[in-house]
T-cell receptor, first 109, second 114 residues
Framework: QQPVQSPQAVILREGEDAVINCSSSKALYSVHWYRQKHGEAPVFLMI?????EQKGHEKISASFNEKKQQSSLYLTASQLSYSGTYFCGTTDSWGKLQFGAGTQVVVTP | DTEVTQTPKHLVMGMTNKKSLKCEQHMGHRAMYWYKQKAKKPPELMFVYSYEKLSINESVPSRFSPECPNSSLLNLHLHALQPEDSALYLC?????????????FGPGTRLTVL
């Protein structure tokens, strides 16, 4: 089952903050976050693992609530370069990565 | 080299044509993936290769035929496609298929089926 993302879209001014949420009805073992700019490939941002381990870029902040089966990605002091579509993804034991529908982020000057 | 390359960038083909998409990585990754992405939708997994063996086929129609000739190369052979198969086809690779490994995506091949 596809993870559920919210909001679908968000418009920010430079410097503002935003939160993107990702939830699943299935038990989560890991949550992946990717950003895709228009016409480009998805780019890895972060992996959050059960037990609290994280792998990713230092400037990206995210949380993982295992009990609630939710993850949140925090965009802090947004920059124009943060614009794009953000996807969360969950993996099963076979390595199958299933993406949520995506959150479109637009940062304006 | 942390790059996944895909060729061609664009492909237009008729429903009777046979064509192939190519993907290459030189990061020593042992897992490789094909995804299909329609406009304004997330990537959808098609196939997973782990150590050069097909480990996941997401019930993809047989007109799509993957091939992994070696650990660096992944092909997707196309035959008798339908117009609804028009999409961006993304290749990705990762260290292996464990959950804690990020996937590196190639730029994709934009396929148009006439």
């Amino acid at each position: 089952q596809q993870p559920v993302q919210s909001p679908q879209a968000v418009i920010l001014r430079e410097g503002e903050d935003a939160v993107i949420n990702c939830s699943s009805s299935k038990a989560l073992y890991s949550v992946h976050w990717y950003r895709q700019k228009h016409g480009e490939a998805p780019v890895f941002l972060m992996i959050l693992l059960k037990g609290g381990e994280q792998k990713g870029h230092e400037k990206i902040s995210a949380s993982f609530n295992e009990k609630k089966q939710q993850s949140s990605l925090y965009l802090t002091a947004s920059q124009l370069s943060y614009s794009g579509t953000y996807f969360c993804g969950t993996t099963d034991s076979w390595g199958k990565l299933q993406f949520g529908a995506g959150t479109q982020v637009v940062v304006t000057p | 080299d942390t790059e996944v390359t895909q060729t061609p960038k664009h492909l237009v083909m008729g429903m009777t044509n046979k064509k192939s998409l190519k993907c290459e990585q030189h990061m020593g990754h042992r897992a490789m993936y094909w995804y299909k992405q329609k406009a304004k939708k997330p990537p959808e997994l098609m196939f997973v290769y782990s150590y050069e063996k097909l480990s996941i086929n997401e019930s993809v129609p047989s007109r799509f035929s993957p091939e992994c000739p070696n650990s660096s190369l992944l092909n997707l052979h196309l035959h008798a496609l339908q117009p609804e198969d028009s999409a961006l086809y993304l290749c990705a690779s990762s260290q292996d298929t464990l959950r804690d490994n990020e996937q590196f995506f190639g730029p994709g091949t934009r396929l148009t089926v006439l």
